[in-house]
């Protein structure tokens, strides 16, 4: 890879849909399809989610996937050392993730060398161009949450932690400069819209009226995207290829806005193929929507052709979280008013969406998202592109060349940083949640803020991302078991103490010995109650069809 920035300081960056532990495929078609370009390499690879860190078998049991179905995949070979990264790579986490890997990298970090995970959400800068990203996907009734679960993790744990937080969105909301690049795993809400309906439709006919009903899709990914407007979205989970264009205040559409036209895995150019990708039935994949659900349509798109129904695939809603029916309470009403607020049933959260304009130093008025299907053959899994900085992110006039592209923190994020550290809370169900106050009660506080990462980072040369990986799990070595019982151990990863004590904030991931046995003396949280112990069988309007090309119902079922 050449670290200069190329023609007109453009970035050469692959984007990869959803990553399922397949890192030496991956890599390989973006060096054929670079190849094709007669490109020697690119500078950034984005893989959209379920990238699957999984350092050993212990990070396999809190990955929301059945058991027969754990496999350990090439990620370990990255993470020990016996292979390196060919690119820069990038990724946002899925709902299919070694969860416990990622929580030691909340604010983001290496996961291996030249592989940086974005955290929950993050802002970072790659020769100029500022990328956004949010990790999880949409799940209402825990978006009004904090990021409860902590080892041990239970059976409900497992299956939440990667529900996106609204504390983590409201800390996107507060950038009022331009993004070039937002990624998140799921698509944003009504994204469809703004792109080839009839072929999506016809593709995936089951998702006609979830798209009419306005469900379809992250609503926290759409208010993101809805005030950032980066030149370009892109995502993944859907295993599908689909490409839509979404313009602001009238702006006609155009075909490109500072990027180039966009490849397929092949390498060839073109936008064609930017629709919706039909995808014949693998009968080996394995339906894994496996999200709890809270009685409302979530979000589903795809645009795989439906098949007959293959019966020996599983349809993993089964184990959907179903709440037990409600009971009259026996303890009377003023008795109840005088409990404390954690005895409280917590309010059904709703799409209200937050009062959060576009500020005026976002310019850019047409986003260009692309989701991209796994890394399987036959699949359109991958896009070529250069991509320059939008015009607005600086004022300074860049060299010809330069001798390094520089990986770096974002200052403005950072500020933001510094001022919501304190609203989080790890650990607490019940803990209440600050109210967020809109952005004028917090520009003050991030401009202050702003001021000490100036002097304290920015003036002292602080602000490229170290390369400071740290080995904190065992290592996979083959021959071991795939498939075991023992749950991971928590770890404090050198990398999030690092970082706080740059930004100059409480490391509230960092515990002793003594708090984390207690908490293993302690076991996993219960589970909330459920009926039909614990399991939907058949019937409804069950989830397991659909996206891993099943066909029947209205499922929204993603194969493996």
Known sequence: MNPALLEGHSLRIAVEGCGHGTLDAIYASVKKAAGVRGWDGVDLLIIGGDFQAVRNASDLTVMSCPVKYREIGDFYKYYSGVNTAPYLTIFVGGNHEASSHLWELFYGGWVAPNIYYMGAANVVRLGGVRIAGMSGIWKGYNYNKHHYERLPYNQDDIKSIYHVREIDIRKLLQLRSQIDIGISHDWPRAIENHGNLRALFSAKPDFEQESKDGTLGNQAASYVMDRLRPPYWFAAHMHCKFSATKTYEDVVPTKATNGSDSTGEDGRNGTKDLNVAAVAHNA??????????????????????????????????????????????????????????????????????PKYSSPPEVTNKTVRFLALDKCLPGRKF??????????????????????????????????????????????????????????????????????????????????????????????????????INESPLEYDNPQMQQFCDLVGIENKFSATEEEREQRIKNGPTPAEERRNNGFRRGGGRGRGRGRGSRGGGRGRGRGW
């Open 382 to 483: 991958l896009q070529l592109m250069e991509i320059h900085p939008h015009e607005s992110v600086t004022n300074i006039p860049l060299p010809e060349t330069r001798a390094k592209i520089l990986f770096e923190y974002d200052p403005e994020w950072l500020a933001i940083t510094r001022v919501f550290n304190s609203h989080i809370v790890l650990g607490n169900k019940f803990a209440p949640v600050s109210p967020d106050l809109g952005e004028y009660h917090y520009r003050p506080q991030i401009e202050k803020e702003l001021e000490w990462v100036n002097e304290n980072i920015v003036k002292k040369g602080k602000l490229e991302i170290p390369c400071n990986f740290t080995l904190t799990a065992p290592i996979f070595e083959l021959g071991m078991p795939e498939v």
């Open 284 to 353: 080996d994949e394995i339906d894994l929507d496996m999200d709890d659900d809270d009685g409302s349509p979530q979000p589903t798109t795809a645009s795989e052709a439906l098949p007959a129904t293959n019966e020996d695939e599983i349809n993993l809603d089964d184990d959907e979280f179903v709440a037990a029916t409600p009971q009259v309470s026996s303890v009377p009403s003023d008795l109840r008013a005088q409990l404390p607020a954690a005895f409280t049933k917590p309010l059904r959260p709703t799409d209200k969406k």
